[in-house]
């Protein structure tokens, strides 16, 4: 089975840029997606096809690609933006999640 | 608007069963596959379980194989998830969710449900 390998805490100050890495095999042939999960709240879209942004996302959400890694990056990081962040990939018969990096914007 | 609605969540004991629903609205759901993702108490997020738009392809994660079932109504554009000989592990927030901006054919998560919460304890 496939896995998304993510770091478990980012911190930044409000204002600088925060960036998230998600690596693993499946991401050679999938495309990846990143989440935003705040306490209590569902997960919500931020990135889609590794760098398609939903609407209603604001720009300073943006996503790349290198090989086997995604990279969620976070431009001019505000207070709001503190929460999980999780990459997934849907495999072909299953879905893959990376652990979850949780994003500190102090 | 996209909304996808759980509802069935409670406290179950361990070897018991509980049937979760989700309803859909604001999109064609028949033209979509959709999935179960959970998220254990502090946890992670998890898939649960994969249904095609006309139901030709299923599947599940190997924690779940053999004990929950996953079906859909596209009539009722509904959702189900039927939980089986229930495990304390099996305790989390389930959220049904479906592609909607990019769809591979294969279990690509967009739009989520707020979750249902089951709980297995005796």
């Known amino acids: 089975s496939y896995e998304l390998t993510q770091p478990s805490s980012v911190s930044v100050s409000p204002g600088q840029t925060a960036r998230i890495t998600c690596s693993g095999d499946v991401l050679a042939k999938k495309y990846g997606r990143w989440f935003q999960q705040k306490p209590g709240q569902a997960p919500v879209l931020v990135i889609y096809?590794?760098?398609e942004r939903p609407s209603g996302i604001p720009e300073r959400f943006s996503g790349s690609r290198s090989g086997t890694t995604v990279t969620l990056t976070i431009s001019g990081a505000q207070v709001e933006d503190e929460a999980d962040y999780y990459c997934?990939?849907?495999?072909?018969?299953?879905?893959?999640f990376g652990g979850g990096t949780k994003l500190t914007v102090l | 608007e996209v909304q996808l609605v759980e509802s069935g969540g409670g406290l179950v004991k361990p070897g018991g069963s509980l049937r979760l629903s989700c309803a859909a609205s604001g999109f064609t759901f028949s033209d979509y596959s959709v999935n179960w993702v959970r998220q254990a108490p502090g946890k992670g997020l998890e898939w649960v379980s994969s249904?095609?738009?006309?139901?030709?392809?299923?599947d599940y994660a190997d924690s779940v194989k053999g004990r929950f079932t996953i079906s859909r109504d596209n009539a009722k554009n509904s959702l189900y998830l039927q939980m089986n000989s229930l495990r304390a592990e099996d305790t989390a927030v389930y959220y049904c969710?479906?592609?909607?901006?990019?769809?591979?054919?294969?279990?690509?998560?967009?739009?989520w449900g707020q979750g249902t919460l089951v709980t297995v304890s005796s």
């Open positions: 249904i095609s738009s006309t139901t030709s392809y299923i």
């Open positions: 969710a479906t592609p909607y901006y990019y769809d591979s054919s294969g279990p690509d998560l967009d739009y």
């Open positions: 096809k590794d760098s």
């Open positions: 997934y990939s849907a495999a072909d018969n299953s879905g893959v």
